[in-house]
């Protein structure tokens, strides 16, 4: 059994072999998957019943048991929900492990999964990436007002 | 119209998102899809050899005891402590395991991460192991290590 502890390095792993097998697109095309598989029946659903505030439901459980460093706000008058990641476990993880754990894209799959099914249900999404190693990012979801957002 | 603010610094909360098992699950099961199941062994060796060279150094210097540690403590952090029976000596274990932690449900690989993952790691620390049972339905298990030549 692998530990969800070790779930990090793990799925870097995942990403790095089939980058081997099917390059960058092939990385993609499972992100998709997993976005439709896993995140799909537990965000997708949330929004669908609770629209925008349903994005404050999920990221409160998922960034608790991850042990997060993150500032977190829902405006549902502004129809905006923000998160600013200070330090993100995951890639605070892969900074500190061997090279050979890690996929050099890892923060790519979280624009992708999040922004396929937010997308899908009106919202809008932007994401911010970790810039120069430092486990930072910030993304935010927006009820579309026909403006975009920064 | 809500306005909910969350913060939370890194260490106000035990690292513990067990939802991890099941995107991991999905994982195996996409290598298995695309790559059957020499796929899932390549996959599972490469992030063993990658993940785990730090134990394997360790299991070579000071024997089976680095491993039970291992064992004990993703049990401990698993809240399963309760469902692990460890017997040893210096030169074999034997581990009896009542119930997983996670049943690879989807992948239905739960044998193959036991034996491409533990196995690997004693075999490449110099120990033979034996898987004597799995339940595919609990996770639970039983397998004897000893070291290889005695």
Redesign the interface.
Known sequence: ???????I???S??F???HE?EGYAGVVK?WE??SD??VEP?LGQLIKEKGI?GC?EYW?K????????????????KGEFEIVMN?C?SK?MLLK??P??VYNDYCDHCDLLYRRVVEKYGLSYYFEPDKDNMACCRLKVTIKTGKAHE | MAKLIMERKMGDNLYLHKDFHASMDIALAYIDKRYGKEGIEEYLARFTDSYHKELIGKIQEEGLSAFKDYLVSIFAIEECADCLKIMMNEDSLHAVISKGFYVYSISKCGQMVLVNVYGRILNKSGYNFELLFLDDTTGACEFKVKRIGR
């Open positions: 059994m692998i530990s969800c502890t070790e779930f390095p793990a799925y792993q995942v790095k072999y089939l097998k499972f998957h997993i598989e896993y537990r505030a404050y409160s998922s960034l608790n048991e991850e042990n997060a460093d993150f500032s977190m706000t829902l405006d549902e008058e330090k476990p605070g492990l061997d050979s754990n």
